[in-house]
């Protein structure tokens, strides 16, 4: 008597190169039939090498940082600005606490589509 393969076995893995391993056609097909019964799924679920709004939170935060702290930071050491110290003091302290939430409320707001 032969054994029945187990459906989540991962043995039933596809070598490289072989095209997606039948757990992720399942998935796929799983995940196809939510989105054909409920459209708002796709928009829910995110996949996981898309460019999501954390990304942008992440991104815009560093720019911040950099633009509003340390470049005056730098400058003001060269020229011993006392101002331009101050500011990139500030600013290197609080964009990186202060511009994701700003980003996330706007793209709250906004609603981006991926």
Same mark, same amino acid.
């Given at each position: 008597m032969?054994?029945?393969p187990d459906e989540d076995d991962p043995r039933d893995s596809a070598p490289a190169g072989a095209g997606?391993?039948?757990v992720d @056609? +399942?998935?796929?097909? &799983?995940? $196809?039939? /939510? @989105?054909a019964t409920d459209?708002?799924?796709? @928009? @829910?679920v995110s996949e996981p090498y +898309? =460019?999501?709004? %954390?990304? &942008?939170?992440t991104i /815009? %935060? =560093?720019v911040a940082t950099v633009l509003l702290g340390i470049a005056p930071l730098v400058? %003001?050491?060269? &020229?011993?600005?006392?101002?331009?110290?101050t500011v990139g003091?500030? $600013?290197?302290? =609080?964009?990186?606490l202060v511009v994701p939430p700003v980003v996330g409320l706007v793209l709250a707001r906004v609603r981006p589509a991926w």
């Open positions: 032969q054994q029945q997606p391993a039948p @056609r +399942r998935f796929a097909a &799983l995940v $196809g039939t /939510l @989105r459209p708002r799924f796709a @928009r @829910r +898309r =460019f999501t709004s %954390g990304h &942008l939170m /815009l %935060g =560093f400058v %003001g050491i060269q &020229l011993q600005a006392a101002v331009l110290l003091a500030i $600013g290197t302290a =609080f964009s990186p």
